[in-house]
């Protein structure tokens, strides 16, 4: 065979492999701002290398949410935010531990770019002490973006943002919010609006089950 068919025959494989999946580079920067790169080009702590499946993928999504909503599957650790023609583009996160984890229906009920953060009084308790008030920017534990997550009128103080600590995505640590890579909560950020929907998945429910059910149900 020659170089060129065992190259495409290879990339029918992989897309067969991954559910018809094709990655979008998780370097991209295209939504990054001049101060991100400058915030950002100084940033203190090591850049991770973040493992394939968390990295970004566009990817087929067969639940019935519709276009603009964000969801965020906890026990896979991956949040979706669903594109038109049962597509959505699959961002690898930390979540919350189980049992400090949101789950449920919110909506965007604030948008921020390098948020400060004011640690909670449950946070202080359990983590501090920190600062009443600790200032944006790249060491901050918001990262580059916030989503902040509205019950009704009300904030559930609980939010979708970055973060200064990378190497844990993938993994359930954090205190209840939902981080991401600071590039890839700017590109989450350029695509939602104030009022979408969010729905995080309680544990044990999973997107990948789901889409798993309805392709059964297809054959």
């Known amino acids: 065979m020659s170089r060129l068919g065992l190259a495409v025959s290879l990339a029918g494989t992989m897309l067969l492999a991954g559910c018809m999946e094709a990655t979008l580079s998780p370097t991209s920067d295209a939504a990054l701002t001049p101060r991100d790169r400058q915030l950002l080009a100084r940033a203190p702590y090591a850049e991770a290398q973040i493992p394939q499946q968390f990295q970004r993928h566009i990817v087929e999504y067969t639940r019935q949410e519709q276009p603009g909503t964000i969801v965020v599957d906890t026990d896979a650790r991956f949040l979706y935010y669903v594109l ?19 789950s449920g229906v919110a909506t965007v009920g604030k ?27 790249p060491a901050n534990p918001l990262g580059a973006r916030a989503i902040y997550l509205y ?25 209840g919010c939902i981080r991401m890579t600071n590039t890839d909560v700017a590109d989450l950020y350029s695509r939602v609006q104030l009022g979408s929907t969010v729905v995080v998945l309680p544990p044990g429910q999973s997107v990948a089950s789901t889409n798993t059910n309805i392709f059964a149900r297809r054959s």
């Open 84 to 102: 038109p023609d049962r597509k959505a583009i699959r961002y690898g996160v930390a979540v919350g531990e189980e049992a400090q984890a949101f």
């Open 111 to 137: 948008l921020a770019e390098w948020p400060d953060w004011v640690p909670t009084a449950e946070i202080q308790a359990r983590l501090g002490p920190y600062p009443k008030r600790v200032a944006g920017g």
């Open 151 to 175: 019950e009704g009128n009300k904030d559930s103080l609980y939010r979708i943002h970055g973060t200064n600590q990378p190497e844990y995505i993938g993994q359930a640590i954090s205190s």
